[in-house]
Nanobody
């Protein structure tokens, strides 16, 4: 069974940085598609960033230039580096992997940006 575990969330001041990690229970070498989503209170879950293979990336407009998604196949981990954080980035961040047309989700990690 595939398990995803997010970590690295917390409370940070505006302008600060955090790095989220998503550790998988299987080798991610064979996972072609992985992504980070977020859900703020009262809002729908939205795609933040995705990585396809090792080099194709997508970012939602609101995080372009501030967030970077990457993967370390040796550590079976996907990262989301978040810089210049804003209060509107406050949300629960979820990791998703698509394997054989099935989506697997982690339980999320809370990110709060506040002074």
């Amino acid at each position: 069974q595939v398990q995803l575990v997010e970590s690295g969330g917390g409370l940070v001041q505006p302008g600060g940085s955090l790095r989220l990690s998503c550790a998988t229970s299987i080798s991610i070498f064979s996972i072609y598609f992985m992504a980070w989503y977020r859900q703020a209170p009262g809002k729908q879950r939205e795609l933040v960033a995705q990585i396809i293979g090792d080099s194709t990336h997508y970012y939602t407009d609101s995080v372009k230039g501030r967030f970077t998604i990457s993967r370390d196949n040796a550590k079976n981990t996907v990262y989301l580096q978040m810089n210049s954080l804003k209060p509107e980035d406050t949300a629960v961040y979820y990791c998703k992997a698509k394997i054989d047309s099935r989506d697997y989700w982690g339980r999320g990690t809370q990110v709060t940006v506040s002074s």
